[in-house]
């Protein structure tokens, strides 16, 4: 072989060999009209340091064939968008490469249906090197029969690989099957479509192939998209055939600012080294604008080859991070790839098959030949998926999503764009100068709800009393809102109600104080609420969800603007995916915590909180039964989500029968949206309480439940915020002392104080109606004198009450309350839904009386002021680990229906519901099942006869619990697996009771890792604790002295701040025992 | 075709769910001969489906002939000419032109608009020559497309009618 003096050298070499040398080539996308001008772009590109590719990138008229439109263009003097290669001819051509030099290859990049006469004037010109593909340079690009493509590239293929192999150099087709139309197609069929493509060159004499990718919408798809790639591509391409992988920087609509389109570069410059790519061809500054120019070109190689450097660095120091898991996109990458090669062993004719029968189709692609079936959409996470596959041999990974709008079309395409535009203006330039000492003591929060927030107001409070030693600077992280995080963020359903009254919620850690709102002193929910929107407000009542993210919202303005000397706080969108170890922090002389989030970046820092909030769980198995069962009969629907504002309920469709699994307060969530989301209306009913006026969209709802009702109501308010209930028996003194001896059983050993402490409560109210304050006072002191030794029995104590006055019965059980229907048998739903009417009827009667002069909301009332008192008896290990089961199994469930229950509001529209038929409850004992034989859901009570429902769909409302085992949050499992977290296990005496609660220290609540050691560098609050705390699912602090939910946020903010005081260190696992009470072992 | 197609390119339909504004046009959406783009064109006809027009979208890289042809066939009551390559007004000039000589599609209203060069130099001239060729409107770079909507509604009614005759 005599290689052409004047050809530019092998592409697959060259970038074999730079890859080799741990370096990214890099390419522009470059195409000037004038010789001259793209001879000097040419020469320009080559004499960059950096190892590049030049690019003659062709205009549109030659990509269409209009050879003479181009040339008459040229010669009047207009301008194209491109270099017209053919119109020029070969010797013009020949020159112009030439201006690359002996050492840079050139690849003509054109988008040509047909690229015959492109080929023959490049191979005349001794150019070897293209792009494109049957398939990827015809439907994205015009309106030539696929038929006709695939024949024009298999001959034009052909004719490159041998007039090459003739003058002596080696072809080379990148495959732009990895772009298509550039956005909103999921990363599966790119990477599908570049191997295909791959193949189609392979068997059509190419032996130097590229593949391709576009960035897309989530850097990590894309990584697992890339690691795919190479997957596929080491599988089916034959061994001799040369290949790389070449990213393309995203080619969708483009950030506008200088400084969002630089962010997205360095993006794809990073997703290149982390994914494994050889190859990057850049996009400018001025992408979302004009062609660029040489200089602007220019700008662009240099900053990629720089970040591509600085990301290669990184993962120098830390190998472990490796290129990422194929996961999802290789399966169906590889179920489009099986798919077409099994429709003819001529892979041109299998692609053109494949198509006509839609087993290949391009989202939003208008080509006549592409079915058109297919959509692609942009997740929550950022990820694309499928929204409609069409007949692809694909499951649709989101659920239908309505009909596609301009609105909707247009923020999609732009998303990519606006989130680097916001995001670049947002990062403040980086300090150029070398930091002063000290150095920051850097902090990273994970999760911006309610917790997270907590932190926060106490952190800026706390330093604006004393700015700390050295600073201190907070990087906040949270997918969804920072301030209300995902249960609170502000895009919700308006008629999903919190259940704490406005009054008695507040972020604040002290009241308002006449001056600014500000951490430390502000407004409750009600007080702003009053104020922000006088309208609509009902500070006497429950705030809708969006009102308190509106107001976390507000809260965190504050938090942000507060600008105390030493502490930064900076908010960042996204999710935290891993996190590991770096080496030593200059800011504790500790290995740092890198996170890397799903954006692509890594923030490092010293101290890392977690306090993310809602597990969200894997479907356990029954669940997955069931949507097995129901995708399996559409269409029949399971709907499972951990709350209300997660779950499709749009998709219920009006009138049909919608089983409801679980009456708590998810369930609550559900009708709303099903009766007052669908246009029904409430209005006052003659002779009280309320009516529903339906509008006719809503389904037949079936709820069911263990019990049989639903939440209890909960009393009407009467204790102000300073309120403090002091308890009589159930006191934490002697909880302390009890516990003091060991573990504890809940059932024997502490529930009978409880019952009695509900009980003086019940019969003193009732005393105090009777006869007077004095005779309630009276009986109390009495029992807490007489009973000292053992707890009281319920007719023990109605006995002592006796001798006051008529004080009634004693509530015998605390089961009695929640169960009503405990042992009952209905002969119809009929008996059963007037009993439950009645029931809640008197309920709701309680509850009007309130929770102070009414006796049974009274009593019930105790559970939520003693609720300190339980925690301190049952955390960190207090019970016995069958006697913890139990209390989760038990006392949990029965404690959540009396003490946790809606307003009055809601038990009122429950009744009404009930009266319009609109709401039917199946009965206690309830269960459900995937009936096969009806092909669909049904539910049946087992007290009720005649009880059993068919179901259209069944709506899951059972709130998910903590179980680190099956969370599905990356962060969480990463940290499982690496043993830096692990789950309590409550083990005494032999027993063990392993919680799926993250494992903890007392304050400031340290992990404790898998070792046992005490992780110090982390902290953890909240919901992740579960299990090792009781009733941690508190999403906001009270109004006057602080209760757990305000004092375990300044817990670690102290914790935080101390740290920032230099001192000397020592080892940071101790064995966490002393510390930790029974929760390491 | 699939029963699911939302985005038809060929036929001429009726807005589906969308509330009958006072005036429903019949637009031919149509692009330069060399302009592979079509997300611009996607964009165009669910806005203007969405507030009651029916929509001809012609997809990519159209010919002239096949504009002409079209044009004479439908006879509609307003052609969006969206082009965003950088050749829009050489694609634009002889798209204008050829409707302009044929007589049956020579009064038809006809805009323009989108990125019209590759670079913001000589805009002023594109315009006067886009004008010259027969386009009645010329909308400068990253004018928002919300214009055609004012525009088809102060349209002449007689527009509607000859599109029925
Ligand atoms: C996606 C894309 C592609 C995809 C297109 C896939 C497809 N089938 O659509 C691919 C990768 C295939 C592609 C190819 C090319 N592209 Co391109 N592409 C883009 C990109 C990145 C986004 C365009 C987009 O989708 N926008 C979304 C839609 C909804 O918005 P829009 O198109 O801007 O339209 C809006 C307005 O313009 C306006 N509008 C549009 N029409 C009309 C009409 C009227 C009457 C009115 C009032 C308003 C109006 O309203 C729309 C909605 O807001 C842009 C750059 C960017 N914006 O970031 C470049 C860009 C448009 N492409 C460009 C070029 C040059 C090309 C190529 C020629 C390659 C080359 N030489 O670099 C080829 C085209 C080949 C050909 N034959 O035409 C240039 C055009 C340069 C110019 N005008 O000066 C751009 C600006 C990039 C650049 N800076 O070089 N491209």
Redesign the interface.
């Known amino acids: 072989m005599t290689r052409s003096p004047a050809s530019p050298p092998d592409l697959g070499s060259y970038v074999r060999a730079a890859a080799g040398a741990g370096e990214l080539v890099v390419q522009p996308r470059m195409g000037m009209a004038v010789p001259s001008e793209m001879a000097a772009g040419l020469t320009a590109v080559a004499g960059l340091a950096e190892r590049t590719v030049g690019t003659i990138t062709l205009?549109?008229?030659t990509?269409?064939g209009?050879h003479s439109?181009a040339v008459a263009?040229v010669r009047a003097g207009?301008?194209?968008?491109g270099f017209p290669l053919v119109g020029h001819g070969p010797r013009i051509t020949a020159k112009v490469a030439a201006a690359a030099g002996r050492h840079t290859p050139v690849q003509v990049r054109h988008?040509s249906a047909d690229p015959r006469a492109i080929f023959r004037t490049m191979a005349a010109a001794g150019l070897g090197t293209s792009e494109g593909g049957p398939v990827s340079y015809c439907l994205?690009?015009?309106?030539t029969p696929l038929a006709e493509s695939v024949a024009a590239w298999r001959e034009a293929t052909r004719f490159l690989a041998e007039e090459s192999r003739a003058n002596g150099i080696r072809a080379h087709l990148e495959s732009f099957g990895g772009c298509l139309?550039?956005?909103l197609c999921p990363p599966s069929l790119l990477v599908a479509m570049s191997v295909l493509e791959c193949l189609f060159f392979a068997q059509n004499g190419m032996t130097s192939v590229s593949l391709s990718y576009a960035q897309q919408t989530s850097p990590q798809q894309d990584v697992e998209a890339l690691a795919a790639l190479r997957l596929l591509a080491e599988e089916l391409l034959p061994p001799t055939v040369d290949r790389h992988v070449v990213l393309y920087t995203y080619m969708g609509?483009f950030p506008r600012s200088v400084a969002g389109a630089g962010l997205l570069l360095k993006r794809s410059a990073d997703l290149a080294v982390r994914g494994g790519a050889e190859r990057l061809i850049v996009k400018t500054e001025t992408e979302a604008h004009?062609?660029p120019t040489v200089a602007e070109n220019l700008t662009a190689l240099r900053a990629a080859a720089a970040q591509a450097r600085r990301t290669r660095r990184e993962l120098a120091d830390a190998p472990r991070e490796g290129s990422g898991e194929a996961g999802e996109v290789l399966l169906e990458a590889r179920a489009l790839i099986t798919a077409v090669l099994s429709l003819s062993d001529d892979v041109g004719t299998a692609l053109l098959r494949a198509f006509h029968r839609?087993v290949l189709d391009i989202p939003?692609?208008?080509?006549?030949d592409n079915?058109?079936?297919a959509r692609g959409t942009i997740g929550d996470d950022g990820r694309l998926r499928w929204s409609?596959v069409?007949?692809m041999p694909l499951l649709a990974t989101v659920g239908r999503s309505g009909?596609?709008?301009?609105n909707r079309?247009?923020l999609m395409?732009r998303r990519v764009a606006e989130q680097h535009d916001r995001e670049a203006s947002r990062q403040a330039p980086e300090p150029v100068a070398a930091p002063v000492a000290p150095e920051p003591l850097r902090i990273g929060l994970i999760g911006g709800g309610p917790r997270g927030l907590s932190i926060l107001e106490r952190l800026v409070a706390r330093c604006a009393e004393r700015p700390p030693a050295r600073p201190v600077e907070v990087t906040a992280v949270d997918p969804y809102c920072i301030g209300a995080g995902r249960i609170w963020r502000p895009e919700q359903s308006p008629w999903f109600l919190m259940n704490t009254p406005a009054r008695e919620v507040t972020m604040f850690s002290g009241p308002s104080d006449g001056g600014p709102a500000r951490p430390g002193a502000g407004p409750t929910l009600a007080e702003w609420w009053a104020v922000a929107d006088p309208e609509n407000a009902d500070p006497e009542g429950y705030a809708p969800r969006v009102v308190y993210g509106r107001y976390l919202r507000f809260v965190l303005g504050l938090v942000l603007d507060a600008r105390v000397p030493g502490l930064t706080i900076r908010p960042v969108k996204a999710r935290a995916l891993t996190t590991d170890r770096g080496p030593a922090g200059d800011g504790t002389g500790e290995p740092v915590h890198r996170v890397r989030l799903d954006r692509g970046d890594v923030i490092t820092v010293d101290r890392l909180v977690l306090a993310s909030g809602h597990p969200t769980n894997e479907l356990d198995e029954q669940q997955r039964e069931w949507l097995n069962f129901a995708e399996m009969h559409p269409p029949l629907r399971y709907v499972v989500g951990d709350s209300a504002a997660e779950m499709p309920l749009d998709a219920v469709p009006p009138g049909a029968t919608v089983g409801v699994l679980g009456m708590g307060l998810t369930f609550y969530d559900v009708v709303a949206a099903l009766t007052l989301g669908r246009g029904g209306r409430f209005l006052p009913a003659e002779g009280g309480g309320l009516r529903y006026l339906p509008s006719g969209r809503e389904p037949r709802i079936v709820p069911a439940s263990r019990s049989g009702i639903p939440l209890l109501t909960r009393g009407r308010n009467q204790k102000t915020a300073e309120f403090r209930y002091r308890a009589r028996l159930f006191t934490p003194e002697r909880m302390a002392a009890m516990r003091a001896s060991g573990p504890l059983d809940f059932q024997s050993q502490v529930l009978p104080w409880l019952l009695a402490e509900m009980n003086i409560v019940l019969l003193g109210t009732r005393l105090r109606h009777a006869v007077g304050p004095d005779a309630e006072r009276e009986f109390g002191e009495a029992a807490a004198a007489v009973h000292r030794e053992e707890p009281p029995s319920p007719a023990a104590l109605a006995v002592l009450a006796e001798g006051f006055g008529p004080a009634g019965e004693p509530l015998d059980a605390l089961w009695r309350l929640a169960r009503p229907f405990a042992g009952r048998r209905f002969a119809s739903p009929a008996e059963y839904r007037q009993e439950l009417a009645d029931w809640l009827r008197e309920d709701l009667a309680d509850a009007v009386l309130g929770n102070y002069e009414g006796p049974v909301k009274a009593a019930s009332d105790v559970l939520r002021d003693v609720r300190a008192t339980i925690r301190s008896v049952v955390d960190f290990g207090g019970l016995t680990p069958d006697s913890h089961r139990r209390f989760l199994a038990d006392f949990n469930p029965v404690a959540a229906v009396i003490s946790t229950g809606p307003p009055a509001q809601r038990s009122e529209q429950f009744l009404a519901l009930l009266a319009a038929g609109v709401l039917e409850p199946v009965g206690p004992a309830a269960r459900f099942r995937a009936d096969r034989d009806l092909g669909c859901f049904t539910v049946e009570s087992g007290q009720v006869e005649d009880s059993r429902v068919r179901l259209d769909a069944l709506v899951d409302a059972r709130v998910p619990s903590t179980d680190l085992r099956s969370d599905r949050d990356p962060l969480i499992r990463g940290l499982l697996a690496d043993g830096v977290i692990r789950t309590f296990v409550n083990s005494w005496a032999g027993g063990a009771f392993d919680t799926g609660g993250l494992a903890t220290t007392d304050t400031p609540f340290h992990p404790v890792r898998a070792d046992g050691g005490i992780e110090r560098t982390m902290f953890v609050l909240g919901i992740p604790s579960e299990h090792t705390r009781w009733f941690t699912q508190v999403g906001s602090g009270r109004p006057g002295p602080w209760g757990a939910f305000t004092r375990d946020a300044d817990a670690i903010a102290e914790a935080l701040l101390a740290e920032a005081a230099p001192r000397p260190r020592s080892a940071t696992a101790e064995p966490a025992g002393m510390l930790a009470g029974r929760a390491a072992r | 075709m699939s029963p699911t197609r939302t985005l038809t390119p060929y036929p001429l339909r009726p807005a589906a769910a969308a509330p009958e504004p006072a005036e429903s046009r019949r637009v031919l959406l149509t692009t330069g001969s060399s302009d592979a783009h079509t997300w611009n064109l996607v964009y165009l006809q669910l806005l203007l489906e969405e507030n009651g027009h029916s929509v001809l979208n012609l997809g990519p890289c159209v010919p002239e002939q096949l504009l002409v042809d079209t044009a004479q066939l439908t006879r509609p009551d307003l052609v969006v000419f969206s082009s965003v390559n950088g050749h829009g007004h050489l694609d634009g000039l002889r798209a204008a032109r050829a409707l302009r000589a044929e007589r049956s599609t020579s009064d038809i209203p006809l805009v323009i608009g989108g990125l019209l060069g590759i670079s913001p130099d000589g805009a002023e001239q594109r315009t006067a020559e886009l004008l010259a060729a027969g386009f009645d409107q010329v909308h400068s770079d990253g004018t928002k497309p919300d214009v055609l909507l004012s525009y088809l509604a102060q349209l002449p009614a007689t527009c509607t009618e000859r599109a029925a005759a």
């Not at chain 1, 207009?78 to 968008?81: C, F, S, V, W």
């Not at chain 1, 994205?140 to 309106?143: F, K, L, M, N, Q």
Request: contains cysteine.
């Open positions: 205009d549109s008229y990509r269409v209009d439109a263009a207009k301008p194209l968008n988008g994205p690009y015009g309106r139309l550039g956005q609509v004009r062609i839609g939003y692609c208008l080509h006549p079915r058109g079936a409609e069409g007949a009909a596609m709008t301009s079309l247009s395409l």
